[in-house]
């Protein structure tokens, strides 16, 4: 398994501003991905990062609202830009280890006023 | 696109009861995975599942895979309130050589009462 901590893990962020969240493993993988989870509802994916390349991001989610940064293998950011109430949210980052499963991370909680 | 349904949404059931929850989807698949999700905490990966026919079992869950009907089940054997949390299927399009994202079903909101 992997121990993945994510910083931070809630915040309460006034609209407009940006928020960066931190996702560190403890061992090196090569694809990370970003999950978005509204209150209430299932995750979405929102992008996949891999370390030296572009982040791949789905439908409905930009990189202009979602910067995403993998800068080794075992750290990444995603940051929630120009922010509204409706990104308020759970923010989980995961690891896929050795293409058997995907481990989660603890989730930032994003109260967003 | 891929969907993938969970039933029922919500369940409410006795201690000691069995009972089974449902996730279909909508397109062919390597593999599905289960996750538990306490309130207020992450997801803790419970079964991955990945032949046709696959069966595992942990505890008082059990979980099956019939990839030719597009179903997966998770039942649960007596149930005991420690089993009260929300249920995930997530369903995985594996191709080699691209990223593999999970796209997850609605959730089962399991509640176990004495």
């Known amino acids: 398994s992997a121990v993945i901590s994510q910083k931070p893990s809630r915040d309460i962020c006034q609209r407009g501003t940006s928020l960066t969240i931190q996702c560190q493993v403890d061992?090196?993988?090569?694809?990370m991905f970003w999950y978005r989870q509204q209150p209430g509802q299932s995750l979405t994916l929102i992008a996949t990062?891999?370390?030296?390349?572009?982040?791949?991001?789905e439908s409905g989610f930009v990189i202009d609202k979602f910067p995403i940064s993998r800068p080794n293998l075992t750290f990444s950011t995603l940051t929630v830009s120009n922010m509204s109430p409706e990104d308020s949210s759970i923010y989980l980052c995961?690891?896929?280890?050795?293409?058997?499963?995907?481990?989660f991370g603890p989730g930032t909680r994003l109260l967003v006023l | 696109e891929l969907k993938v349904e969970q039933n029922p949404l919500f369940l409410s059931m006795q201690e000691g009861k069995n009972y089974t929850i449902y996730c279909n989807y909508s397109?062919?698949?390597?593999?599905l995975y289960w996750y538990r999700q306490d309130p207020g905490k992450s997801l803790e990966s419970l079964f991955v599942?990945?032949?046709?026919?696959a069966v595992k079992q942990e505890g008082r869950l059990m979980a099956s895979l019939d990839t030719k009907a597009r179903l997966s089940t998770l039942h649960i054997t007596a149930a005991v309130h420690d089993l009260s949390a929300t249920y995930f299927c997530?369903?995985?399009?594996?191709?080699?050589?691209?990223?593999?994202?999970?796209?997850f079903g609605t959730g089962t909101r399991l509640q176990v009462t004495l």
């Open positions: 995961s690891v896929d280890l050795q293409g058997l499963t995907q481990y």
């Open positions: 061992s090196q993988v090569t694809m």
């Open positions: 990062a891999n370390q030296g390349s572009e982040a791949t991001y």
């Open positions: 397109t062919t698949s390597d593999r």
């Open positions: 599942l990945l032949s046709n026919g």
């Open positions: 997530a369903v995985d399009i594996w191709n080699t050589g691209t990223a593999s994202k999970l796209t």
